[in-house]
């Protein structure tokens, strides 16, 4: 029998998000998460999809990520798809930070480990979180491949013009400040899924990717490699968010500490935390946001407004970066779901041959799919992101030919 199964673990610094997936037709066996990992309050909410899908919850304390990965062992051993079974092919791993030195999905050994923990001054919230992650399912398997997919791997290949700062080099490189990008795994889905859509090859198409989740940001993409994103040393940068307040002049900081008197965590919380369209009207859910727009809202109005002139911003930069290009795709939370958020973020932009079919765009559904009109020269799309399914991919990808031999 072979093993075609591969096992995605998303590591938090107090949750893990799992999935099972069968690569033999990319089928999703079970998915879950334990959330509150350390707390009295734990849970852990299980769905066995292959099993009908009903999903089963478990509250109690869970005090570490080796306790929260031993609960999931034992509720997919309930399915009969534990971690002991013979058909797991691998353990791939979304890791949020791979610096400039992971460019591709790769074997987790002591060295990939130890440049994972180098990582962790840039990425002090995530790294650590996903080494833990890593290191509890390698004791729990030490004999299977485990692989670890990262998040700014797709961005590795935007040119030094995009990627470095305009500040001094010496400083820059010292401390690795530079452009890193995050949300890769689904700019790669979702830029070739487009390219798929269009019934053309990746290598032969320009797509500027909006992925428009709690967190946001835009990529361009060049015959399927990325040229420019949007997020740069850490995720702050770039599109308004749910939380974070995106691009602004640095010097906002300053001014905070010296006139404002914060301290620098406080201002790390301030933009990271309370800003974004949460910081500027209370609400973080675009749903909500809609609905107080729909009664008449002010600050709800101009925190939607405010969104859309970002996104406006870099759907204009990136089209210049690109110079032709051949679709513009929606995904995430936000973006394959706010039709108003896609028919304003493209409105006006017919010049630049853009535009919005209403009765498409509000149709709903799970598909990719077109939403301009059937003569628009650039083709404007929602592609459902699946990083999921990508990290199994790129996990089983690199597994595969060893376990033939
Ligand atoms: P993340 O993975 O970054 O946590 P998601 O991609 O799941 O986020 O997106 C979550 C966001 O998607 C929510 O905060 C909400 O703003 C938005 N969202 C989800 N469903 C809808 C909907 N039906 N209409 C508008 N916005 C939605």
Redesign the pocket.
Known sequence: MSATRVLVLNSGSSSVKYQLLDMADGSRLAMGIVERIGEETSRLRHTPLARGGEAREWAGPVADHDSALKAVSEELARDGLGLDSPELAAIGHRVVHGGKAFTEPTVIDDAVLAEIERLIPVAPLHNPANLTGIRTAMALRPDLPQVAVFDTAFHTTMPESAARYAIDVETADEHRVRRYGFHGTSHAYVSRATAELLGRAPEEVNVIVLH????ASASAVRGGRCVDTSMGLTPLEGLVM?TRSGDLDPAVIFHLARVGGMSIDEIDTLLNKKSGLVGLCGD????EI?RRIGEGDEAARLAFDIYIHRLKKYIGAYYAVLGTVDAIAFT???GE??AP?RAAAVAGLETLGLAVDGALNAVRSDEPRLISPEDARVKVAVVP?DEELEIATQTYALVRPAEKT
């Not at 428009?212 to 967190?215: A, D, M, T, V, Y």
């Not at 973080?284 to 749903?287: A, H, K, P, T, Y």
């Open positions: 428009l989740g709690n967190g749910g973080n859910d675009m749903r809609e995430a939370g936000v779901n706010a958020v992101t």
